[in-house]
């Protein structure tokens, strides 16, 4: 729940970030490649966000943390939002797996008391 969380925010940063790099581009340079790239990078953090029980939505959630921080290539203050987000990213799996594991000691301690 936490990692979807994560990739629900990011989608809205890089369509901030797209936003970002429309206003920095050169003049006469073309915008398609800017919103073809975030709409890339949009549908990646929902596609993850959808799929975040499964491991490959833990893993497609981790592809899309490096290409936040690779982000900084073009606009430098990706390196710093890729990183907080990165660690939020972190953070919310081991939050996440201790919660689970915590509900599933819970229940099963449930079951064993009402038997």
Sequence with gaps: MF???VLTFEIFVVVFAALVA????????SVGPIWAVAGVGALLCL???A??????GLWLGSLVQVL???????LPTMYIVGVVFAA???AAIVLGRRIDT???ERTALE????A
Excluded: N, Q, Y
């Design 22 to 29: 429309f206003g920095l581009r050169e003049p006469g340079t």
């Design 102 to 104: 915590e509900r599933a």
């Design 111 to 114: 079951d064993k008391l009402s």
């Design 47 to 49: 596609v993850a966000a």
């Design 3 to 5: 990692c979807s969380a």
């Design 88 to 90: 939020l990213w972190v």
């Design 68 to 74: 936040l921080i690779a982000s900084g290539a073009v």
């Design 51 to 56: 799929l975040v029980r499964r491991t490959a």
